[in-house]
Every structure is written in C-alpha cells, then in structure tokens.
C-alpha cells in the first residue's frame, strides 16, 4: 500500500481520481486543496477518513506544501497535481489566479518533489496544443507543438514545460498527461456540459457559443482516472501520455443530446456571443496510451454518459445550486 498526495482533490477531475482510488486500490490520499469557488468538499466527503485525510491549504504555498512532500516515502509514494485555476473564459477576466496557481504552484510542488525524491505526476489539457481546423482528420499527439490560445491554456503549458525541464536537468521522476474534455457528476455548473443541464432545470435555455460548431473531444471523468492510474503504475518516467476516448461532437450536437434527453425541442436553445479566441476544435489520439500501457476506456457511449450525467444533476441539485447564483452573475457580466 502507497501514500498519494492529490492536489485538487475537491475539484471535479481530482476528486473523481480520489474517489477511484478509494473503490480500487489500497492507497491512502492526502487531499491538498485550497477551496477555491471551484473545490467543493461535499464531493469527497463521503469517503472514509481512514483513507483520505485532506488538508485546505495553497500549492503556491511552499512550506505547507514542503511539509506534506515529507509525509512521504520517497520511494513508495506520490504527488499526482490537478489543483489548477481551470476555466477559459474566468482567464479571461482575470488572468493573474492562473499565473499564481498554474505556474507558481506547480513550481513549488516540483521543487519540493526534487528536494525529497518523489515521484511526481502532472495533469495538463489538450488545450496546450492550440486547436484544430473542423472537418480536419488531424488529431493531436504527443508530438504536436505547443501552441495555446487562452490565459489558461498557456499557463498549463508553462506548466508542462517545467515539469519537462526537471525531468531532463534535476532528474525529477514525472511523467505528464493531456486529456481532452471530461464530463461528469461533481463537475462545477460553470462548465459547458453542467450548465445547460443546470440551466433546462431551472427553466432558462442552453447557451450556445457562436454558431455551436466548435468541437470538443469528450471523456467521462471515470475513465480520466483509470488512465491516470495506469499511468501512475507502468508510464515511463520523463514521458507525455495523451488521454482521449474519441468523443467528438460539436456544441450544438452535445446541447441537441441535453434537450431531447431532459424531454425537450432539439431546437430549444439560444446563441449568444462567442468567447474572444475560442479554440475551434480539440481531437486526441490516444495510440501511445493504448498501445504502450494498455489502456482502454470504458465508457464508449457517449449518448449514455451524457444521460446518466442529467440523471445525476437531475438528483443533486443540494450539490450544484449553492454554485449556480455566481456562475450565471459572471456569465451575465460577460454577456454570455
Ligand atoms: P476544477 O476547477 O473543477 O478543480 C480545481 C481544484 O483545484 C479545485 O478544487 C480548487 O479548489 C483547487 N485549487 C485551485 N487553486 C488551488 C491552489 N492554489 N492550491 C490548492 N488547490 C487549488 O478543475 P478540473 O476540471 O477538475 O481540472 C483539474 C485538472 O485537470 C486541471 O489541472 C485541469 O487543467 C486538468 N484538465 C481538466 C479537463 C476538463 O475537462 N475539466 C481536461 C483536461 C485536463
Ligand atoms: O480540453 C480540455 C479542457 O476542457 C480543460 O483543460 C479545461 O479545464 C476545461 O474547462 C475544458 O475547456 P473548454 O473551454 O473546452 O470547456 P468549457 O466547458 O468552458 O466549454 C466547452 C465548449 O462549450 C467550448 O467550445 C465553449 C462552449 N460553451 C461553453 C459554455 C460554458 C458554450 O457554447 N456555451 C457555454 O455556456
């Protein structure tokens, strides 16, 4: 049995991971989140304490972050960092929360790595590799160049790029992932996929960007974690896996699935301005991932996802209303 430091942990993606690391393994959890408005406890609070201790506190945060590395056994155990400030259109009001915690943060998480010995995994997005022409056959691999368009996405790639440089200069013994967009329960009601569900609950209808036509490639959470896992167990150290389940759709396809699965028009959504700089399209070629570790997802179906993804906003509307007040203020301060 390992111990494994999960940062952002209360967030969507983390607490997913930790949640899985609980129902499959033996390992233990120290939870690092700062409950930020994204990090909720109520998604991990279920879990048993004598697995999953958590701790609030800031990545950014050297000491505090120094002396949980040193709870752990350098040779045994783990740091897997998802504590991240997330969401595009935020970075685009105010970047500077996305210098602190996505650069800065990850900076003093590797650096107390380094200092201790301890084997370090780092989450990033596709988003790094910039976006891709619709209708192109082009996917993203791990050899794509880097090139982001928004405030996050080019701090994840600062991010990805330090890790990278202590690999190769201190030895560091990390490995990246770059998944493409996941969906969900526990996801925050300012993401694409759980506002509109939250939206047809409450009455208002879907907000489409544009004209809908951007793409996303889309990934259950649960199978996110199980490539993380495996990843963790048998990736070799100083590489890039990409995470992808091949779920392209488009935003007006995905919002069309919403509505006809909550019983409503096809037809029944509004289009409002874009996001200034909005990647068109995200494609993920997973062969690496495949091939080398043996990962498969198991979530193929991405129709049923989404209808068991309504079910449950559908069941705990406790979870995500205390969120859906601000969220929809910063959205109507954008005008979207
Ligand atoms: P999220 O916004 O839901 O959760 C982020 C968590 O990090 C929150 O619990 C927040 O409180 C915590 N946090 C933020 N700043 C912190 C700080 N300074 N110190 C400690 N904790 C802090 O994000 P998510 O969607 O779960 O994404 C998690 C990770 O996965 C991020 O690194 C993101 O870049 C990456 N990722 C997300 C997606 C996606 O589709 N959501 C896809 C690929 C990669
Ligand atoms: O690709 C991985 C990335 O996916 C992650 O790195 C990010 O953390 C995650 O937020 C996500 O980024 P996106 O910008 O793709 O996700 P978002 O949920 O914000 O939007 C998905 C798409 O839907 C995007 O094309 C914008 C569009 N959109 C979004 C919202 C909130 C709408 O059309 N209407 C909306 O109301």
């Known amino acids: 049995m390992s111990r494994l430091l999960v940062t952002g942990g209360a967030g ?3 607490s997913n991971f ?3 690391l609980v129902e499959r393994t033996d390992h233990s959890v120290i939870v690092l989140d700062k409950l930020t408005y ?4 109520a998604s991990i609070e279920d879990l048993p304490a004598e697995r999953v201790r958590f701790v609030r ?3 950014a945060d050297a000491g505090l972050v120094d002396g949980l590395v040193g709870e752990l056994d350098g040779e045994h155990d783990a740091i897997v960092h998802y504590a991240a400030e997330s969401h595009n259109d935020n970075s685009l009001s105010d970047p500077r929360p ?6 800065i943060g990850t900076y003093t998480l590797i650096e107390a790595a380094r200092r201790r010995g301890t084997r370090f995994h780092h989450i990033s997005t596709d988003e790094v590799y910039g976006d891709l022409e619709l209708g192109d056959p082009a996917r993203f691999t791990e050899s794509t160049p880097y090139n982001p368009s928004s405030p996050y996405s080019s701090t994840k790639a600062a991010s990805d790029l330090l890790v990278r440089a202590w690999v190769r200069s201190f030895g560091l013994r990390a490995t990246i992932s770059n998944c493409s967009n996941n969906y969900g329960p526990y996801q925050h009601v300012e993401k694409f996929i759980p506002r509109q569900i939250t939206n047809v609950l409450r009455g208002v209808r879907p907000k489409l960007y544009g004209r809908g036509e951007n793409v996303r490639d889309w990934i259950h959470a649960d199978d996110h974690s199980s490539a993380v896992l495996a990843i963790l167990e048998r990736g070799r150290i100083g590489e890039t896996y990409l995470i992808g389940a091949d ?18 028009p096809r037809d029944d959504y509004d289009l409002v301005p874009d996001r200034p700089g909005h990647d068109l399209r ?3 070629d997973s062969t690496k991932l495949r091939d080398e570790l043996g990962w498969t997802p198991r979530f193929r179906d991405f129709e049923s996802g989404l209808r068991a993804t309504v079910d449950w906003y559908r069941a705990n509307e406790s979870w995500w209303a205390p969120q859906k007040d601000s969220a929809e203020a910063r959205y109507a301060e954008l005008g979207r």
């Open 12 to 14: 969507f993606i983390g």
């Open 18 to 20: 930790v949640r899985y």
């Open 38 to 41: 994204a990090g909720n406890l």
């Open 57 to 59: 506190g800031d990545i």
């Open 98 to 103: 996305f210098l602190d915690t996505n650069v």
């Open 247 to 264: 779920g392209e759709r488009s935003n007006r396809e995905v919002v069309e699935l919403i509505l006809e699965a909550m019983g409503h």
């Open 282 to 284: 995200y494609a993920i």
